[in-house]
């Protein structure tokens, strides 16, 4: 069955892939799909959640007073370096303790996802996250502190790995970047909400900050009512030898009257052709045909922390202080950020699919660069000088405006293409290993970004942003040269866009004579 399967999806090569997208490619937006990838795309709430709670926390006076005393001491010494205010080792791995738990179970997740659905998965990770907002939230140590965020980083590992995968099998391919940005755009959702929960939580002495965290039970709630009420995609259901129940799936989200025979049949010979080799998709991705796969699985991760946008994310509020803005005042700018980033988020969900993946990368990668080196040259001149622990007004507002033109960039690019190319990208034998790995790679850099940030603002300062825009200007160069466009490519004729590229297509070459190699 298996090798009859390949053998037909193998003999029409590339023009039969090309058969497939003219046949069901376009597929219409139904109701259902609408609402089905919406509650697939709430997992982002979690994620965004928590990064806008914790550099909101933070810096909030009742939880250092709680937690981190010394950093409050620190801060009123007269002599204080401008960039250094923050420079606590324990304080740094309050944030970060979770990307090391969501890198631990996305791994995990990947293999658990084969056996019990992506659905199953995304329940999971709401049910853990929620466990962790509530022991974060009646925290009485730094133990508890760090128990609650490695639970909520458990949470965010298994929905991070789960739901893009979710959003990219179920949406129509013409727009499916449309609904795969759906998660970044709840993701950004997530983080506005926390820090308008952290602008007016700031002002209650003592316990504001466990209502911030507390509140981390909210999104967690939505996203667990979400899974429990949608449908695994077809593919997982087929791959888990559903293929009644996968076809009854795909029926119901492209319509009672659509004719869904050609993507069902796409959908079964994809799977066969991931089960036709004993191996394990991890060792697969060792192969010279998955190389292409490969580069793209350690690239886009690692580009997108190396942008910078992350710890900006997290440490805005710091970020605000080091250059002179109130504590409350900081907590507005980071809220400013966030209505910025989810409104360039709105803008990128309508253009993806017209303009490309590619167009995206190179246009918000140039105007990143270009914000980053402003930042850093008015930081240069303007903070630190004669041991000034603060900056004129007029220029902390310049670095608050260049930020927001910065997320805006980012948001219109990396910021959801992170999450969009690397769900697409991977055939159905790696997919859940291809994306188990880019999650566990971004958090990971994620974590280690984090943790050393503040430090590192402490020593480079000012030139911090200049080391991150020289990696904007290689990632720029790498997605212009090496990343195929893949807008309106149903996922089973993806490896058509590879065959096709003046680089890879010599590795997709090496993978077919290894697949009928296999078939013998």
Known sequence: MARGGFAAAGGAGAGGERERVHGYGSGR????????????????????????????????????????????????????DAYCKYDNQMLTAFTPSLYIA????????????????????????????????????????????????????FGVGFTAQAAPLYLAETA???????????????????TLAATVTNYFTNRIPGWGWRVSLGLAGVPATIVVLGAIFVLDTPSSLVMRGHPDRARASLQRIRGADADVDNEFKDIVVAVEEARRNNEGAFERLRGKGYRHYMVMMVAIPAFFDLTGMI??????????????FNSQKAVLGSVILSLVNLSSVALSTFVVDRAGRRFLFLVGGIAMMFCQVAVAWILAEHLGRHHATTMARNYAYGVLALTCMYTFSFGLSWGPLKWVVPSEIYPMEIRSAGQAMTIAIALTLSFAQTQVFI???????????????????????????????????PLEAMRSVWAKHWYWRRFVRDAKQDSQVNCL
């Open 102 to 153: 969501g890198m631990l179970s996305s791994l995990v997740a990947s293999r658990v996802t084969r056996r019990v659905g992506r659905q199953a998965v995304m329940l999971t990770g709401g049910v853990l996250f929620l466990a962790g907002s509530v022991v974060n939230a009646a925290a009485l140590n730094i133990t508890m502190l760090i128990l609650g965020r490695m639970l909520l980083g």
């Open 29 to 80: 937006v139904t109701i259902s799909v609408v609402v089905t990838c919406l509650m697939a795309a709430s997992c982002g709430l979690i994620f965004g959640y928590d990064i806008g709670v914790s550099g909101g926390v933070t810096q909030m006076q009742s939880f250092l007073e709680k937690f981190f005393p010394e950093v409050l001491t620190e801060m009123k010494g007269a002599k204080r």
């Open 172 to 190: 129509p391919a013409k727009w499916r970047g449309a609904f795969t940005t759906a998660y970044n755009f709840f993701l950004v959702l997530g």
């Open 311 to 324: 710890v900006i994310s997290v440490f805005s509020p710091v970020l605000f202080r080091t250059v002179g």
């Open 455 to 489: 430090t590192l603002l402490c020593s480079l300062k000012y030139a911090i942003f200049f080391f991150y825009a020289g990696w904007v200007l290689v990632m720029t160069i790498f997605m212009a040269a090496l990343l195929p466009e893949t807008k309106g490519v």
